[in-house]
């Protein structure tokens, strides 16, 4: 069985932070298309903040992910605040009391975390928003590990399910968020949410297959 | 871009350190750099009265703080919903002990923020009562009134609402006359030009010269529909009747009008359109009790303007008469 421990995985949120800082000017890019232009402006700023927090630290996965959820919903504001906020923060508690994560402790975080935001936002599958990324890629992880799939395979699968997803955004009229008011004027163009939640759901998983460990 | 900024990053830092200083006199900061308060608040026994949104409407939405107006306001960055921690921090500042209504506009990141902020709030005690303006004609057909955004009609919300919290009332009184006051009002923008978000650095819509974008929402949201632009009595009678359409008011009905430019339109031709507009309603039969013309709400540096009518009942006439002392003249 493959795993990776909780105490010494702490790197993988300041790696996902820095993943996003990076990503600043293409993610705004693409939301300059059909949102204000601001997306990769505020979640660069947000995670710039939690990277500094983070850097130099050695912490637990579930506590850096306490520390980067607590940043984004008191200091970004905006949609993606408070929906990454609450996503990461049920991702954290998920972890908590896991010493030794397994693809079912992995599996329960991801679903903790789709809970958490569907519990403040009203977005389905199909709305052209982040739920796009998460839900086919969560779904990929599940299906990969009921069938017998070990953790590395699954999380390959997760990180293709996410990409996927964000892809058929392309093709999809925003029902939710300001690019809704654009109705078929939103079709052609990636949606932004679902652009930063794949570049947050790869980061993740490579950081945690880079962790894996085989044990008996 | 020809901005007067220092860091991008850090304009609306900048814009509240500026603000504070020129209107010591009416507002302060509290210890939530992203809170403005009324420089007397919180006022013991009075319902408190808050709200919040995104930066770049100057004068909105920290220059409605003040005497009879605003207790507090949460402050976003530019076009984006301050965060729920900002929200609760107005929530507290604002709160004498009689519970506290949030006024605020309908977008996706400030209901989510609102949200997360009066469950911080309830478990301190505080009872928190929110209005959704709903006031732009233009963004959600009549009968999905619940997902049209809210632009300048918020003003005369809060200025009801906080002449009623002013008087005494209950919280679930100047909850209640808020909701009444923009259900009332109906609005609709006019864009002529785009803005540039100090980040970003460049426009993120463009307006084809010759052109106005009807129906245009406060952060460029694209309009109802795009047309060659007109003349300014004739755009002005466009916008009173698209607006009154849906307003469907009875003749004789009182009214308030309340028009906006958007940022980069001069004044005088805020006044030209008025001259239209005025004319036009009361040729519908209807009766003007008040007019606010300037820059209320404004989005950045975009060029056009905003209309809103508010039907006036005796309660709505009285709490708009009622005196303030806020950084803008209302």
Redesign the interface.
């Known amino acids: 069985m493959q795993q990776f421990s909780n105490s010494d995985s702490g790197d993988i949120v300041l790696a996902i932070a820095q993943r996003i800082v990076e990503n600043r000017v293409h993610l ?1 890019d693409i ?2 298309l059909i ?4 997306h990769g ?2 979640m660069a ?1 947000g995670f710039g903040i939690a990277a500094e927090r983070l850097r130099g630290k050695a912490r637990p996965l579930s506590a850096s992910l306490t520390v980067l959820g607590d940043v984004l ?11 990454y906020g609450v996503m990461f923060s049920g991702f954290a508690e998920s972890l908590n009391d896991v010493v030794e994560i397994d693809a079912a402790a992995f599996e329960r975080m991801l679903r903790t975390g789709l809970a958490e935001v569907q519990s ?2 009203d977005a389905k599958v199909g709305d052209k928003t982040l739920i796009d990324s998460y839900a086919p890629a969560l779904e990929a992880f599940s299906a990969a590990t009921a069938k017998g799939d070990g953790f590395a395979t699954a999380l390959d699968a997760l990180i293709a399910g996410a990409e996927k997803g964000r892809d058929s955004t392309i093709e999809l009229v925003a029902k ?3 690019a809704s ?2 109705g078929e ?1 939103s079709r052609g163009v990636l949606d932004p949410g679902a652009a930063s939640c794949a570049i947050i759901l790869r980061s993740l998983a490579e950081g945690a297959k880079a962790k894996l460990r085989v044990v008996p | 871009m020809q901005r007067f900024i220092n860091d991008p990053d850090f304009v609306v830092e900048d814009t509240l350190r500026g603000f504070v200083k020129a209107h010591s006199d009416l507002v302060k900061l509290a210890d939530n750099p992203k809170v403005v308060a009324a420089a007397d608040a919180p006022i013991l026994g009075k319902v408190g009265v808050v709200t919040g949104g995104g930066s770049g409407h100057e004068p909105a939405f920290i220059g409605y703080v003040g005497r009879n107006m605003l207790d507090a306001v949460a402050v976003g960055e530019i076009f984006s919903s301050p965060t729920a921690k900002s929200f609760y921090d107005a929530i507290k500042m604002a709160d004498g002990g009689r519970g506290v209504v949030c006024l605020y506009g309908n977008y996706a990141g400030d209901n989510m923020n609102v949200k997360m902020a009066v469950k911080l709030a309830a478990k301190d005690g505080i009872d928190v009562r929110t209005v959704v303006a709903n006031d732009d004609v233009c963004s959600a057909p009549p009968d999905e009134r619940e997902k049209r955004r809210g632009v300048a009609g918020e003003i005369l919300m809060w200025k009801c609402g906080a002449a009623k919290a002013a008087a005494g009332a209950s919280l679930e009184q100047v909850r209640a006359t808020a909701q009444k006051a923009i259900d009332n009002c109906r609005s609709i923008g006019v864009g002529l030009g785009p803005c540039t978000l100090p980040a970003v650095g460049h426009p993120n819509f463009a307006i084809e010269p010759g052109t106005m974008e009807v129906g245009i929402g406060h952060h460029g949201e694209p309009g109802a529909r795009v047309e060659p632009l007109k003349r300014a009595a004739d755009v002005a009678r466009d916008m009173v009747k698209t607006v009154l359409d849906d307003h469907n008011l009875p003749a004789e009905t009182e009214v308030a009008i309340l028009i906006s430019g958007l940022g980069a339109t001069p004044t005088n031709e805020l006044y030209i359109l008025n001259d239209t507009v005025e004319s036009e309603v009361r040729a519908r039969g209807l009766k003007v009790a008040r007019t606010y013309v300037g820059n209320l709400f404004t989005s950045l540096e975009m060029v056009g303007a905003t209309l809103t009518i508010m039907a006036l009942d005796e309660e709505l006439k009285q709490l708009l008469s009622v005196e303030v002392a806020c950084p803008v003249r209302l």
């Open positions: 705004s939301d300059g949102g204000d232009g601001d402006v505020n700023k919903m008191t200091e970004i504001g905006g949609s993606m605040g408070p929906l403040i936002g939710i968020g300001r008011r654009l004027r």
